[in-house]
């Protein structure tokens, strides 16, 4: 809770500090509050917070996870993209105060515990997501994503809100423990309980982005300029898939009957259409965007079972997932890649091998490759799921084959000699080898396992 | 837990070094870690297990993260530490050998298949299995063939299917079980409708590695593409890696299996030793030869593998070993003629044993090794399997025996056409020392296990009649 009040606090702070157009200074204020609302729900035993008595937020320890992962995540992409947002003086300040507003709204998302704040934090987490995928104003592929994602977004937001409001008029309650009891003893009208659920699914799938309701992925991603797009990848699909985790998994555990049949098609759909789709893409983000669908199919494993662990699981997933994307976004920035092509990585090992051994190490780990963290997240994910879903499980496993074979070719094609174009290295930032750095550190999955 | 850890940091020291240094730090680094593994050997007493390196707790899901090693263990721990010196020995005097990223992979991969060969928990193996898939195909893709990417992807996605195949099985098996800790899973019983299913999983992974018959069509192309080295460690131990599976993991953990799965891969196994043998006469390239016998004498190897007779598995492991040290030579051989001469085609060679004749002779002794005469390690291993085939059942044996006349067709036709009849070389470098040492030390070993084999037989007794328990 105190941390969600400094990153605000925070953000407004850059807000005023932007006028004096110190692009440093602004950074500095919101690295530090970053790491300070880090430490703040780092240091959750001994520590009792000022605003304990709010009960609509609730952080116990899976949630505290989850938020400092978030926030982690927010302070590599604004460390590594800084280089970018710096180029606009006049706005650099705006940009990185509206990625700590959306932060505000993820970490909403993780600790809610009625439906109002659950919203309340979806809203916050998009509107500055809207507004961020169109900052590229002179580009017509950026204010088709902006337009394209407002768009969608706000329609799957209104099927939600429908959703929500006949889960009131079947339960009677926003309240997520009251709801869970209603459905336990039974008393709920059944037809508008059971649509409202598939209402929820289906604004939950738009927005982590899973087959069927994936469309805008793609064209978004695109769009988006590529720390936003990193972004949406990493923070804003956790907070939304914690989300629908802690809904199904939790609170609508005892219809899981009931839904289970749905999410299944959506995962089998999101793991074979996403990577296959990939395949034939030649644009570095579009294929970003396609594999990050197939990998939403992986982390949604983690709703089939109401096993405690499975949160576990989730979170070594993320971390692996969100690690690999934002290293990959922050190479493809590196080496300046606006053309948004595949083929600009070719021969990157032999430039800066250190790029070289990132890239390997974030591909290799979202092919699931052992000992990276990808594997630990895909192998807890799936040794969940397979007491009861074995033929999802080796559904996905086949999929991941396909997964492999797309990223060995990048792979392959980062270490691929290119005799034509002389060596010439990449100038790195410091701060772009720190993120690249505690990426690697998140990529070699061991100690996750150890502190789970 | 040094075994492990020596590789390990001599792979990485290896990136840092300069250049000039690298194949002499290769060296010493294989000899050290030789050393470390005959130190083990020392007062090993041949019943027990060896743990390295136990955290003492359980990881999430069951995973447990303990090492050790039996007999059967050691026997490969020293078998892969010998290769990787004599790999490194062979290459002495070629340009791979002053790359230190060269050097550096091979310790990547010495490390992963040690890790393979003392992994006591099943997630554990799987990780060391998977990790030394990347070393090798750094080395091919680096050193290997120029434009040889569609075969390395192939190598690699076959090999990949394969492993999660092997990890599906591992879950599954897991499921059934508290942990993943290899005493662990031995107790665990399986329902009947499973342990056939977990059982093909690890077979998939383990055919494909060996490779089996239908699963066999990326080995050729792989190892005509591959640089010397990495020919060697893929015949030599990457495909140990899947007997060594088999038996150690495979067929003691799904024992209830192998009723279902034993018809099929013996008689996959016999058709690999007629079709590799058929197809090696009649190639031309001689690294091709020698990879289609490969798949004709490890057909031979898996088949005896599935009888489960204590016999069969003590002829197995002979001959696993006689394979891997007859392969580094063979393929060493090869390598010659392709560097000295630029050429692999045999029908372009000829009478080079007059030039040079001491690679003549040694290429000679290793040739006869691999035809299995007496006095050679092949000798007792494929008597032993093809006995024991001929006691399962009189066809599957007499298919089985035809390895001793087809391997002698077409081993002495790839010498024959070589080295002997009219010279169509003017010049043939000979033997340099580093070439001759590998011969002699591979003669030797042969020699050694071909007239002292009943040691290693008891030495190994133990641990295999131990991994036969759970089959009443």
């Known amino acids: ?452 | 837990m040094e075994l492990l850890i020596l590789p390990f940091v001599f792979g990485i020291l290896s990136f840092i070094i300069p250049s000039s240094w690298s194949r002499t730090f290769g060296l010493i680094g294989a000899a050290s870690s030789l050393m470390v593994a005959l130190f083990h050997l020392s007062g090993f007493e041949p019943q027990t297990v060896r743990t390295i390196f136990d955290p003492n707790r359980t990881f999430p899901l069951g995973l447990s993260f303990k090492m050790g090693f039996d007999a059967l263990g050691l026997v490969m721990i020293l078998l892969t530490n010998g290769i990787v010196l004599l790999v490194l020995l062979s290459n002495w005097n070629r340009e791979i050998a002053k790359n230190k990223l060269f050097t550096a992979l091979v310790f990547l991969m010495q490390f992963g298949l040690l890790g393979v060969f003392t992994a006591q928990d099943g997630i554990l193996f799987y990780i060391f299995w998977e990790f030394t898939l990347l070393p090798i195909f750094l080395i091919l893709y680096w050193f290997g063939a120029k434009d040889n990417n569609p075969t390395l992807f192939k190598f690699f996605i076959y090999t990949l299917v394969g492993s999660l195949a092997m990890l599906a099985a591992f879950i599954t098996l897991g499921s059934f079980s508290s942990s993943y800790s290899y005493e662990d899973l031995r107790q665990v019983s399986l329902p009947a409708g499973y342990a056939c299913w977990i059982m093909s999983g690890f077979l998939l992974a383990f055919a494909i590695k060996i490779p089996l018959f239908p699963f066999h069509t990326w080995q050729p192309a792989t190892y005509s593409s591959a640089p010397m080295a990495g020919t060697m460690l893929l015949s030599a131990l990457m495909l140990k890696m899947a007997l060594f599976g088999m038996i150690k993991w495979m067929l003691p953990l799904t024992a209830e299996g192998l009723e279902c799965m034993r018809w099929p891969v013996i008689i996959l196994g016999s058709i690999g030793i007629v079709y590799g043998a058929l197809i090696a006469i009649k190639q031309n390239d001689i690294k091709k030869i020698f990879a289609y016998a490969s798949i004709s004498h490890l057909g031979l190897i898996a088949a005896g593998i599935m009888l489960y007779t204590t016999s069969a598995m003590q002829g197995a492991m002979i001959q696993i070993i006689n394979h891997s040290l007859i392969s580094v030579g063979l393929f060493l051989a090869a390598d010659i003629l392709e560097n000295r001469t630029g050429t692999r085609k045999i029908n372009e060679l000829g009478g080079i044993a007059k030039l040079a004749p001491h690679y003549g002779f040694w290429f000679a002794v290793i040739v006869f090794a691999g035809l299995s005469v007496p006095f050679t390690a092949g000798f007792i291993g494929e008597f032993i399997l093809i006995k024991e085939m001929f006691s399962f059942h009189m066809i599957i044996g007499i298919v089985a025996a035809t390895t001793l006349v087809l391997g002698a067709v077409y081993m002495l036709r790839a010498y024959q056409v070589s080295m002997f009849g009219a010279p169509k070389l003017t010049e043939f470098q000979d033997l340099k020392w580093n070439e001759t040492f590998v011969f002699v030390a591979l003669t030797i070993l042969i020699l050694v296990i071909g007239l002292s084999s009943n040691c290693i037989i008891d030495f190994l007794e133990p641990s295999l009649s131990n991994y036969q328990v759970t089959l009443k």
């Open chain 1, 1 to 452: 809770m105190d941390a969600l009040i400094v990153i605000f606090i925070t953000g407004l702070i850059s807000l005023f500090v932007g006028m004096l157009k110190k692009p440093y200074l602004t950074l500095g204020i919101i690295a530090s509050g970053l790491v300070l609302s880090f430490c703040l729900q780092m240091n959750y035993g001994n520590y009792t917070s000022i605003f304990s008595k709010y009960d609509n937020l609730y952080f116990n320890i899976t949630q505290l996870y989850f938020s400092e992962m978030a926030i982690g995540f927010t302070l590599l992409l604004v460390l590594g993209g800084f280089q970018y947002f710096k180029q606009d003086i006049e706005h650099t300040s705006d940009y990185l105060s509206l990625l700590l507003f959306s932060l505000c709204g993820a970490i909403c998302l993780i600790g809610f515990t009625d439906l109002f704040m659950f919203f309340l934090g979806l809203e916050i987490l998009s509107i500055p997501i809207y507004v961020m995928v169109g900052i590229k104003k002179q580009d017509v592929l950026s204010a088709e994503a902006s337009l394209k994602y407002f768009f969608t977004g706000s329609f799957a937001t209104a099927i939600l809100l429908f959703g929500i409001a006949l889960l009131y008029g079947a339960t009677a309650s926003f309240n997520l423990a009251t709801i869970q009891e209603v459905i336990q003893s039974g008393s709920y009208s059944e037809p508008m309980l059971l649509i409202a659920l598939l209402f929820i699914m289906a604004a939950f799938l738009f927005k982590v982005g899973a087959v069927p309701f994936h469309f805008w992925g793609p064209d978004v991603y695109q769009g988006a300029p590529d720390i936003v797009m990193a972004f949406m990848a990493t923070v804003v699909k956790l907070a939304a898939v914690f989300a629908f985790l802690k809904l199904y998994a939790g609170t609508f555990q005892f219809l899981s009957e009931f839904w289970t049949g749905a999410l299944n098609i959506a995962i089998i759909l999101s793991l074979f259409l996403g990577y296959l789709s990939a395949l034939r893409q030649t644009s570095f983000k579009r294929m970003l965007a396609y594999s990050s669908i197939s990998n939403t199919g992986f982390a949604l494993f983690a709703l089939l079972t109401t096993s405690p662990s499975s949160a576990g699981s989730l979170w070594v997933f993320l971390i692996a997932y969100g690690c690999a994307t934002i290293a990959l976004v922050t190479i493809s920035m590196i080496i300046h890649n606006v053309d948004d092509k595949i083929a600009a990585f070719k021969g990157i090992g032999y430039k800066n091998p250190f790029i070289g051994f990132v890239m390997i190490m974030s591909l290799l780990s979202l092919s699931g490759i052992p000992p990276l963290s990808g594997f630990f997240g895909k192998f807890l994910l799936l040794s969940n799921a397979i007491n009861d879903h074995l033929y999802l499980v080796i559904l996905a496993l086949v999929s991941s084959a396909i997964g492999a074979f797309l990223y060995l070719r990048m792979i392959v094609l980062s270490l691929a000699k290119d005799p034509g174009n002389e060596v010439e290295k990449y100038p790195i930032s410091i701060l772009q080898y720190i993120v690249l750095g505690v990426c690697t550190v998140g990529l070699l999955g061991g100690w996750l396992i150890i502190i789970l």
